[in-house]
């Protein structure tokens, strides 16, 4: 977005208040700061020069989820998140505790697994007692070896076409065995599987810390990569990662790449999930906001879930509210992602569900943490582990 839309968006505002109805920061503080119309309000006195970039300014930018919630709520049309990316990256420098996580970005979106090797080694060493400190929040263990370690190309006899996996970090990095999963589905069902490990990261965490030039080279470098690609479709298990590569990219470089799918849509399209079975079970599911605002991702997974023979399905409380991740949000507004959390744990416990199905690393997270904290007794997991263990693999 360039500075002169970037003026015109912020002027369309008619201070309605549409955006605030769905914003998880405003529901939960009940502050106009804290919510879309006030951080649009304030983007645009800042523009005029009526507000000064202040620390307390940053704050309220930097605590968008950028959930998309707003989305398609604001009948001028401004596109909330992107008015939101631009605040952060003129405000980046006032944001007083980003500056650790921006160098940090920095030196490793385009070198992730060196980046994530001394993580691991670190983790192994400090984590634990630290973790038992309350020092820090609950981290995955990080893997030993990346999904995409190396390239390949699974080959398959049945041969009925090609696809790709597109893992992004959290799979790679924190769950390996979901990309495990997910070659096995395709393997099974007579697909060649093609692997690749030069995709750089998706983007996003740069995006939401400010730094639009960066995100915006790792956005070229994928672009050029998925040309080289020979497949019928890239399928990523991330709705952040689909929502930034499908929606963002063509903002970013004018390219676009329609072939790029989120899980629940290829395994639709594709009837992959026709006539299984598992269980008994009895589940529930969790929108990932990307998915469901982003993509509009929501009858899918439903319809996968009710499918599979065995699986009981039920619908918890307000299935679409934010679990309260939102990637770094949840380390800097530590008290609006618990509060968030548990409200949706309280959902989870109450639907009486053994296994909280969803979509998205980011949420598995976030729902495991939860998890720990409560002592709930409910397993979490991707609904690609699903669909696996109906076709009767189940790598984990
Ligand atoms: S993206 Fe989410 S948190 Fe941010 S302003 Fe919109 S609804 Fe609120
Ligand atoms: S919905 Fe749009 S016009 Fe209304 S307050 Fe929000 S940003 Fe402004």
Do not use: W
Not at 350 to 361: I, Y
């Amino acid at each position: 977005m360039n500075e002169t839309t970037y003026h015109k968006e912020l002027s369309k505002c008619v201070r309605c208040g549409a955006c605030k109805s769905l914003c998880p920061t405003y529901l939960t503080t009940l502050n106009e700061t804290m919510g879309a119309r006030g951080r649009v309000a304030m983007l645009g006195e800042l523009e005029e020069d009526r507000l000064s970039p202040t620390k307390g300014l940053a704050e309220k930018i930097f605590s968008c989820m950028l959930c998309g919630a707003c989305k398609n709520l604001c009948p001028t049309g401004i596109d909330i998140q992107e008015v939101i990316y631009q605040g952060r990256a003129r405000l980046k420098k006032s944001f007083g505790r980003g500056l650790l996580l921006r160098t940090a970005l920095k030196y490793s979106a385009s070198r992730m697994d060196p980046a994530f090797s001394i993580l691991r080694g670190l983790q192994s060493v400090f984590y634990g007692p630290l973790f038992n400190a309350g020092l820090l929040p609950y981290i995955p263990e990080i893997a030993a070896r990346p999904f995409n370690n190396s390239s390949q190309v699974y080959k398959n006899i049945k041969k009925i076409g090609r696809m790709a996996i597109f893992a992004g970090c959290s799979v790679n990095y924190f769950y390996p065995y979901l990309g495990k999963a997910l070659s096995n589905i395709l393997l099974k069902k007579g697909y060649e599987v093609v692997v690749f490990k030069g995709e750089s990261c998706c983007g996003a965490p740069l995006r939401s810390a400010g730094l639009e030039q960066e995100a915006l080279s790792l956005a070229k470098k994928n672009t050029e990569h998925f040309r080289k690609v020979r497949a019928e479709a890239i399928i990523s298990m991330c709705p952040t990662c689909t929502s930034v590569i499908r929606g963002q990219y063509p903002l970013l470089t004018g390219d676009t790449i329609p072939n790029f799918l989120d899980v629940n849509e290829f395994i639709v399209k594709y009837g992959i999930a026709e006539g299984l079975e598992t269980g008994p079970e009895v589940v529930t599911y969790h929108d990932p906001c990307h998915l469901n605002y982003g993509l509009g991702t929501r009858k899918e997974p439903r319809q996968i879930l009710k499918g599979i023979r065995g699986v009981e399905f039920v619908e918890m409380q307000n299935a679409d509210e934010c679990c309260g991740f939102a990637g770094f949000f949840s380390l800097y507004f530590k008290g609006i992602s618990k509060s968030l959390g548990r409200k949706k744990m309280d959902s989870i416990i109450n639907s009486k569900a053994g296994t909280v199905v969803t979509s998205c690393p980011g949420c598995i997270m976030q729902l495991e943490s939860l998890k720990i904290e409560t002592d709930a007794k409910v397993d979490v997991r991707h609904i690609v582990e699903i669909i696996d263990e109906a076709m009767g693999a189940g790598v984990k």
